[in-house]
C-alpha cells in the first residue's frame, strides 16, 4: 500500500470513526431515556438485543445505591469531636481520619441513614454533615463474544447498512455543511 493510499485510509477511517462516535452518543442518551421510561412505566430494567433474530446481549439501567456524601465538614468534624474524639487528628488544618470516615460512610450507606452506632455505648447518633445523595443511574450494554461475532459479519456482509449506515451519512453531511 502506498503512502498515498495510507493517508486516505486513515482520512477514511477517522472520519468514519468521528461520526460513529457522535452516533454512538446519541444512541446511548437515546436507549438510556428509553429505559428510564421502562422503568417508570413497566420496572423493566432489562431488554434483550438480537440482530435478525439472534441473541447477541442485553441492555440494563444499572440503579446505583445512594453513597454517604459529605455535605458539611464543619458539622461533621464537631460531632466526631464529641463523640470519637481519637478519630480526630489535630495538625495545621484538623480533619477526621480518612480511614475512619471511609468506615463511617460505609455504615451509613449500609443503614441507609445517617446514623452512627457507637461500638462502646451502642448509642445510635445522629450523624450532622452527611447525606445520603443519590449517584445516577446509567446504562450497561452486555455483548458476548458470540454477539460481538455476529454484528462482525453483519457488518462484512453490508447487513447492518439500514440500521446504522444512514445515521453516519447524516451526520457527516450535517458537519459538512456547518463547516
Given at each position: 500500500m502506498s503512502l498515498k493510499d495510507t493517508a486516505t485510509r486513515?482520512?477514511?477511517l477517522d472520519t468514519l470513526s468521528r461520526n460513529i462516535t457522535t452516533e454512538l452518543k446519541?444512541?446511548?442518551?437515546?436507549?438510556?431515556t428509553g429505559l428510564r421510561a421502562a422503568k417508570d412505566e413497566t420496572g423493566t430494567q432489562t431488554i434483550?438485543?438480537?440482530?435478525?433474530?439472534t441473541d447477541i446481549g442485553k441492555a440494563t439501567l444499572v440503579q446505583q445505591k445512594p453513597a454517604a456524601t459529605v455535605t458539611d465538614e464543619t458539622a461533621l468534624l464537631a460531632w466526631v469531636r464529641d463523640v470519637a474524639k481519637s478519630e480526630v487528628t489535630v495538625?495545621?488544618?484538623t480533619e477526621i481520619r480518612p480511614a475512619w470516615l471511609a468506615q463511617l460512610k460505609k455504615q451509613i450507606e449500609a443503614v441507609g441513614r445517617p446514623e452512627w452506632a457507637d461500638p462502646e455505648t451502642g448509642v445510635i447518633h445522629e450523624v450532622p454533615g452527611v447525606e445520603l445523595v443519590g449517584r445516577a443511574a446509567h446504562t450497561r450494554l452486555t455483548v458476548p463474544e458470540e454477539g460481538r461475532a455476529a454484528i462482525g459479519e453483519a457488518w462484512r456482509?453490508?447487513?447492518l447498512a439500514a440500521?446504522?449506515?444512514p445515521e453516519l451519512t447524516a451526520s457527516q453531511?450535517?458537519?459538512?455543511?456547518?463547516?
Open positions: 486513515v482520512a477514511i446519541k444512541a446511548k442518551a437515546e436507549l438510556e434483550a438485543v438480537d440482530l435478525d433474530g495538625r495545621v488544618v456482509s453490508g447487513a440500521v446504522v449506515m453531511q450535517e458537519q459538512e455543511v456547518s463547516s
